[in-house]
């Protein structure tokens, strides 16, 4: 059933309809960020026993990455155009539910082979679900928010993620290790089903019609749909200046970004001895800005300086969050570096928003899920260069002393981001009852 929804009131009516959409998603990312801070010490002690330092644990995330960044560049923009056709709930039920697997694992055995196993089905989860999650969340609120509140809905989806974060991570630091998968796993089947009852259809799905036609004409007709809809995607986003400008700003931003997420936590347990703990206050510490900022604070100054200002704030704190973590001097300075992630965190609910106003209704999981395609790129490219840029570093072997070299290189991928930014022209795509308008109004202009 698709919702008619029209925004009655204030900012916080229209944004009452995202309740039934926004609960389960933050019980899964609370779900999926307890097991954050845990599983550096679960795969360091399975995989290099007695060790502070394992390389092994370190390229196998820059081949998972890799692995994962192959498959989205197909599989994102496809779950995008899905979700267009077949509705939001279906792709957003799928999505959710892929995590739930690889942590069941891990609740019941950590050995060395589970360990092993936890790796390839997480790697499928990732496939399906690192950034779609947020592509149709985003498609699903656009379908009834208007322009002028999207960026303030979207700050509020990203704000709760970080605030999923903080719980998380509270969760993490207080309970015992050993609980931490069960009650993971607990959460993580608790959403789709809450989805599946509570959760309403907002996209406008097109007439169905049945045709009888042989398995290989059904299955050569479907490629050429997905064809036709990769390229329809790739169009809308090259013919619009300001999504092809962001696209370059995503692409090497996530550059940056994703080559430090991958291998953070090993660099801090083997130049600092971090653990669990340590983990957990940082993350903590950045969910609780991140709160702050995307919630209360992104949707004030929005109206004042518009999104692009606010972008280019955050790509610069992400130059200096990636500078302090590269160049860190002592034990306290990685909580420093965090600080910055209180604001480089509106880079993504600015991105989206500025992509939302220059795409059209019809066509916004197709714009949203060729970017995140587009930013799979990058997550693809990064380890290539970070995996053994960061484990040489922090071998004996390294040519000079500076075990956050590889942090410091993927910081320039950022100022070259930033350098898009600046430049970005920023449209608005005009609705049809404007277009209307725009052509009605010289006919009554001539009368």
């Known amino acids: 059933m698709v919702v008619e929804m029209e925004a009655k009131g204030g900012g916080l009516a229209e944004l009452k309809p995202l309740v039934h959409l926004l609960l389960p998603l933050c019980v899964h990312w609370i779900a999926e960020e307890m097991t954050v801070s845990v599983l550096v010490d679960v795969v ?87 950034g779609s999650i947020f592509c149709i969340a985003v498609a699903y609120a656009a379908d009834f928010i208007s322009d002028s509140k999207r960026a303030a809905a979207f700050s509020w989806i990203t704000g709760l993620f970080s605030a999923s974060h903080v719980l998380g991570n509270l969760l993490a630091l207080f309970l015992p290790e050993k609980y931490v998968f069960g009650v ?95 983990f957990s206050e940082i993350l903590l510490m950045v969910g609780i800005g991140s709160i702050v900022s995307q919630i209360l604070v992104l949707p004030v100054i929005n109206p004042f300086v518009g999104e692009k200002v606010i972008l280019c704030i955050g790509l610069l704190a992400s130059i200096a969050y990636a500078m302090f973590y590269g160049l860190a001097w002592a034990s306290w300075v990685p909580y420093l570096s965090a600080s910055f992630g209180v604001i480089y965190v509106l880079v993504k609910p600015s991105t989206f928003a500025i992509i939302s106003k220059a795409s059209s209704s019809t066509d916004q999981g197709k714009a949203q899920g060729f970017i995140a395609g587009v930013q799979s790129i990058a997550s693809l490219i990064s380890p290539i260069a970070m995996t053994p840029l960061t484990s040489w570093f922090l071998s004996n072997d390294a040519p000079f002393n500076c075990k956050g070299f590889s942090i410091v290189v993927a910081s320039i991928c950022m100022v070259i981001s930033l350098c898009h930014a600046c430049s970005l022209k920023v449209e608005e795509n005009l609705s049809s009852e404007e277009i209307v308008e725009d052509m009605e109004s010289p006919l009554i202009s001539n009368r």
């Open 44 to 130: 360091t002690a399975a995989l290099c026993p007695a060790e502070s330092t394992c390389s092994e644990a370190i390229y196998i995330n820059g081949i998972q990455q890799t692995v994962v960044g192959v498959f989205k560049m197909v599989v994102l923009p496809l779950l995008g155009q899905l979700a267009d056709e077949y509705g939001r709930k279906p792709l957003l039920l799928l999505t959710v539910s892929t995590s739930i697997f690889p942590f069941a694992l891990l609740a019941w055995n950590r050995s060395r082979e589970f360990v092993y196993a936890y790796y390839v089905l997480r790697t499928i989860s990732y496939i399906i679900s690192q």
């Open 184 to 278: 993971s796993i607990t959460l993580l089947i608790s959403c789709p089903l809450y989805m599946q009852f509570f959760l309403v259809e907002t996209a406008e799905l097109p007439p169905k019609t049945e045709q009888d036609s042989s398995c290989l004409s059904k299955t050569i007709q479907v490629l050429q749909k997905r064809y036709k809809s990769m390229r329809d995607a790739a169009r809308i986003v090259i013919s619009s200046p300001t999504l092809k400008g962001i696209s370059f700003v995503s692409f090497f931003y996530e550059l940056g970004m994703s080559g430090i997420t991958s291998v953070l936590f090993f660099y801090l347990k083997a130049a600092y001895g971090f653990n669990k703990n340590q």
